[in-house]
């Protein structure tokens, strides 16, 4: 099973692997489902070649769960990214509030005043009666999430702008603010009242 088919089988499932578990944006996300899934169509000739007919199976299944993977993250979801960014741009130019995607927050960097970005937002806790932000969760140090710390950055801390998220703390006291649990986020940062 060693032949050209499995080893080019085997290089692309790592490649495509790797590039789907890091999530770096949908266009990349899609190539990875591209790569993952002519990885499935090699694993499933050199079954073929090797008459193993429950690899073969198992592959052609991946290969087009991998299939999906590519629609899903090369068409669709640059379909809304390109919606989301043409309502931002005419937003900037039209007489209404400017307008900023949830999407460019998550995963984006703290932007500290004089000290550049900081940590990345993993998510925005929302009041539903104020229709408000409560929180934002910041993740830094760490490595793929092994590691990381999480503080829930107050959105009284926080101001909106069309390059991201900006936030009125330094670093040092970021760092200070009491770590969360990361199975157990609370109904409000600390030092501020659950209202």
């Known amino acids: 099973m060693d032949g050209i088919t499995g080893w080019l089988a085997s290089i692309a499932t790592i490649i495509g692997g790797l590039t789907v578990a ?43 769960i991998n299939g999906f993977g ?29 307008l900023i995607s949830t999407a460019k927050l998550l995963e984006a960097p703290l932007r500290l005043p004089r000290e550049g970005a900081f940590g990345s ?12 932000v409560a929180y934002v969760v910041l993740s830094f140090d760490g490595i793929g999430g092994l590691g990381e710390e999480l503080r829930a950055i107050p959105a009284e801390q926080l101001h909106l702008s069309t390059d991201g998220l900006h936030c009125g703390l330094s670093e040092a ?23």
């Open 22 to 64: 890091l999530n770096l944006g949908s266009r990349v996300t899609g190539w990875g489902f591209a790569v993952l899934a002519f990885g499935s169509a090699c694993w499933s000739l050199n079954a073929w070649q090797n008459q193993a007919s429950s690899l073969l199976i198992a592959n052609l299944a991946m290969a087009a």
């Open 121 to 132: 937002v993993i998510d925005l806790m929302l009041h539903c009666e104020q229709q408000n």
């Open 173 to 195: 006291q970021l760092r200070a603010l009491p770590p969360i649990d990361p199975t157990a986020w609370p109904v409000a940062p600390a030092g501020m009242r659950n209202s």
């Open 70 to 98: 590519v629609w899903r993250w090369l068409g669709r979801r640059v379909k809304i990214e390109r919606g989301s960014a043409t309502a931002v741009a005419a937003s900037a130019a039209a007489p209404v509030p400017t």
